[in-house]
Nanobody, 122 residues
């Protein structure tokens, strides 16, 4: 049974940094592409970043240069380091396993976690 659990969210001030973590189990972790998404109430879930099996990365334009996705295939964990956070980054952050062909479409990901709330105050 595949499980994905996000953690590390919190309340920070604008300009601060935060790292959120996603732990996966029940899957051959190293063989999976992992992605981070975020969602604000009333809006669609949006792509944030993805990391390939051997470390290649993709980012949404809104977070390029501020966020860094990384993975530890020994710990079955993927991280999202978020620097210079802004109020518009406030959202619930989710991670999931990519199962389809697209890097950024939510429909091409499965096994979503419960999410972790990130709130950035101005």
């Amino acid at each position: 049974q595949v499980q994905v659990v996000e953690s590390g969210g919190g309340l920070v001030q604008a300009g601060a940094s935060l790292r959120v973590t996603c732990a996966a189990s029940g899957v051959t972790f190293w063989d999976n592409i992992m992605g981070w998404f975020r969602q604000v109430p009333g809006k669609e879930r949006e792509f944030v970043a993805a990391i390939m099996r051997f470390g290649g990365t993709y980012y949404a334009e809104a977070v390029k240069g501020r966020f860094t996705i990384s993975r530890d295939n020994v710990k079955n964990t993927v991280y999202l380091q978020m620097n210079n956070l802004q109020p518009e980054d406030t959202a619930v952050y989710y991670c999931a396993l990519k199962t389809g062909s697209s890097i950024s479409r939510t429909d091409d990901y499965r096994y979503w976690g419960q999410g972790t709330q990130v709130t950035v105050s101005s």
